[in-house]
């Protein structure tokens, strides 16, 4: 089991930053795939970034490459989801999910692929 936790999630203008956080429990970041979505009022779930274990570089929804960067910190046992130059359509709900599986790239954008969820943390984006 894995137990996933955000936090970081607020209100920002448009062309600011947040950065959001989200704590493991129940398995080290080393041994999960990771992947950060995102959720609108009366849209669907969207892909934001996705990092493997067997692969040292995330990849990026194309909506965000160039803004958002991944990392983790596997002494903390957190992921982080810095977010730049934000836009007003990046107001959503984000949610943190990982699997114990190893995902080949195809399938890390599939929600579907993810067990575990935390919450959702909401940012919004607005003047």
């Known amino acids: 089991q894995v137990q996933l936790v955000e936090s970081g999630g607020g209100w920002v203008q448009p062309g600011g930053s947040l950065r959001l956080s989200c704590a493991a429990s129940?398995?080290?970041?080393?041994?999960?795939?990771m992947a950060w979505f995102r959720q609108a009022p009366g849209k669907e779930r969207e892909f934001v970034v996705a990092?493997?274990?067997?692969?040292?570089?995330?990849n990026y929804g194309n909506s965000v490459k160039g803004r958002f960067t991944f990392s983790r910190d596997n002494a903390k046992n957190t992921a982080y989801l810095q977010m730049n130059s934000l836009l007003s359509e990046d107001t959503a709900v984000y949610y943190c999910?990982?699997?114990?599986?190893?995902?080949?790239?195809?399938?890390?954008?599939?929600?579907?692929?993810?067990?575990?969820w935390g919450q959702g943390t909401q940012v919004t984006v607005s003047s």
């Open positions: 129940g398995r080290t970041l080393r041994s999960i795939d």
């Open positions: 990092s493997r274990r067997s692969s040292g570089m995330p």
């Open positions: 999910a990982a699997t114990t599986r190893g995902l080949i790239l195809s399938s890390t954008t599939d929600a579907n692929q993810y067990d575990y």
